[in-house]
């Protein structure tokens, strides 16, 4: 068995590494190896990742994927069991109560309640969104649901900034 001080690369695995433009007596002077003109001939040419000879690369052949939509909902998640362990029985569970229990952290456009875990207490829970097998839970457990409507900003702000925008004006007949 070798150890690591008697290791040695086997024979013929590697060579020197090719010296050109070092005059005409080393047999790679003038033109380096590289014809004489045409493109392959030039400096700063063909090197970039992904040139296949001026077919069309791969990465402009292959569709572009995936979209992150600039107005997404995004909830944050509550799950039963959280419920279950936070708060005690005949809480109101909104965001604000989650916010204050760390269940919520950063910022969400609403809260969603999914049933993964078990709830045995009596909560009312107002959310804007609730899982079905969610929703049977917490009513089994003598507890009630309200959902709340998803609102991201005041009806009259936006009445206001959308004022008049995609509206066309009535064509006037011509005299």
Known sequence: MSILTNLKRPEGSWHRKKRVGRGQGSGLGKTAGRGGKGQKARSGNMRFEGFEGGQSPLQRRLPKFGFNPPNR???????????????????????????????????????????????????????????????????????????????????????????????????????
Request: proline share 4%; hydrophobic share 40%; charged share 25%.
């Open 73 to 175: 909902t995004t909830y944050a998640v509550v799950n039963l069991g959280d419920l279950e362990h936070v708060f005690d029985a005949g809480a109101t569970v909104d965001e604000a109560a989650l916010k204050q229990a760390g269940l919520v952290k950063g910022r969400y456009d609403g809260v969603k309640v999914l049933a993964h875990g078990e709830l045995a207490k009596k909560l009312t829970v107002r959310v804007n969104k609730v899982s079905a097998a969610a929703r049977e839970n917490i009513e089994k457990a003598g507890g009630s649901v309200e959902e709340l409507p998803l609102v991201a900003h005041k009806p009259e702000s936006a009445a206001k900034a959308h004022a008049g925008k995609g509206v066309k004006a009535p064509r006037q007949p011509r005299a």
